[in-house]
């Protein structure tokens, strides 16, 4: 029975490593639980629901009136001077009404067309928020990664000059060098720890900010994760044609043209004759000494031409012609944005790789030279104690900024992938 304990417990652990390392876990939570996203999702619904009330317009509408009076009559005189007993009468009236629009200019059919385009915008504006999450889900989750390797580099380097301004005192009284050098090693041990409390404090903000987006605890086991792939575009050209097609915010811009056009007709229609029909039952009881009850069937049909509104319809439409020129002229800067901003892109993801080859070049030269340095200055030779200080500092900056370079490659993929309209979780490559 132990043994099986054991096993139940080695698989729950190392799945729990896994989703701790696993940034489509992370993504699948922000997608599921972050106050914004759902937000959207109920506004989404609610804009839905648009269509149902637009097509409400075409369907016949049934109303039911009842009523109950009763009127009590007294001091009654008849010409002659007599009078008459009281009298008490209880009257109902029952009414079912049934009205069908025939004809309306196609308002109603402009108004429906307009429902579903309002639901294909907001369907944009989630696809929008889904891609801002998971663009800051994924980003957070790496730049977690790249402060904690900041805070490890900066410790690291802390205990480096600890153990050189030990060795330094005793090379001091020795007299290997001299108490300048031993002031520069202290002062770069001070620096040291100045920078261990930045990045410590970095850190600190990196897992409040990852909590935030993501709504879970963040991983206290950082593994070096940069090796995930993406479905990337493989030229400008494709990404411009991509982004061309499906970015949301463009999708956006064309449908609210498209919905300023149906406003436009909606408005024109009001100046169309309108015809309906009327269908009613009426049912009294009690209508009068000699009426016990009767019943009265009506069919009416109306028809409707509004001429003159003072105005007030000429201007709506000019209004409205106005409108459709803004979203036509906001159209043609949108489409110059999202070109714009997706060439930027492609040439912050290619420059990011370049980056990152840089660094790896910087970083292997700078532990070469830091190793070569600090072994020439422990033997004694003629390597001084500033230039130990600034190998180390050199090791430490390379270090950052290749783990930096790292990073920013990942974001560079994530920011391409939301320009095209490309990401989601389909983006993320499998092993």
């Known amino acids: 029975m132990i043994k099986y304990f054991a096993v139940f417990f080695g698989i729950l652990n190392f799945n729990l490593l896994y989703a701790e390392n696993n940034v489509i876990f992370f993504v699948e939570s922000a997608l599921k639980n972050n106050p914004k996203i759902n937000a959207e999702r109920q506004n989404l619904k609610a804009i839905k629901q648009n269509e149902n009330i637009s097509r409400s317009e075409f369907l016949p509408s049934l109303t039911i009136t009842g009523s109950q009076t009763s ?8 010409q002659s001077g007599a009078k008459s007993g009281d009298t008490n009468r209880n009257t109902e009236s029952t009414k079912i009404s049934v009205d069908q629009k025939i004809f309306q200019g196609f308002q109603g059919y402009n108004n429906f067309k307009k429902s579903r385009l309002e639901f294909e915008k907001a369907t944009n504006e989630y696809l929008q928020i889904e891609q801002d999450t998971i663009l800051n889900s994924v980003s957070s989750y790496y730049d977690l990664i790249f402060k904690n390797k900041s805070r490890g580099f900066n410790l690291a380097n802390v205990s480096l000059f600890e153990r050189q301004v030990e060795s330094d005192r005793s090379r001091l009284q020795k007299g290997e060098i001299s108490l300048t050098d031993l002031a520069q090693s202290e002062s770069s041990l001070a620096g040291a720890q100045a920078n261990f409390i930045k990045a410590d404090t970095e850190y600190v903000s990196a897992i409040t900010e990852f909590e935030r987006i993501n709504r879970l605890s963040a991983p206290t086991n950082l593994n070096d ?16 044609e991509l982004s061309s097609l499906n970015n949301p ?4 811009a064309r449908i609210n043209l498209a919905i300023s056009e149906k406003e436009l007709s909606v408005e024109k229609a009001k100046l169309s004759p309108s015809a309906t029909l009327n269908y009613s039952k009426t049912e009294n009881k009690d209508l009068s000494s000699t009426i016990d009850e009767d019943e009265q069937e009506t069919v009416k049909a109306t028809i409707s ?12 439409i000019k209004k409205f012609k106005h409108k459709k020129e803004k979203n036509s002229l906001l159209l043609e800067d949108k489409k110059n944005e999202i070109k714009t901003q997706t060439a930027n892109s492609w040439s912050f993801f290619q420059s990011a790789e370049s980056v990152l080859v840089s660094t790896a070049a910087q970083l292997k030269a700078a532990e070469i030279a830091n190793e070569g340095i600090t072994l020439e200055y422990d033997s004694g030779n003629t390597r001084t104690t500033l230039e130990v200080i600034q190998s180390r500092s050199l090791l430490l900056e390379a270090r950052i900024s290749h783990a930096k370079a790292k990073k920013e490659l990942i974001v560079s993929k994530l920011q391409l992938l939301s320009q095209v309209g490309g990401l989601n979780l389909k983006a993320f490559k499998t092993p």
């Open 305 to 316: 031409w509004p001429i003159i509104q003072g105005g007030k319809n000429f201007s709506s």
């Open 71 to 78: 009127t009590e009559t007294s001091n009654i005189k008849e």
């Open 225 to 240: 994760n940069f090796g995930i792939q993406f479905i990337m575009p493989q030229s400008l050209k494709e990404a411009l």
């Open 249 to 252: 915010s463009l999708a956006i």
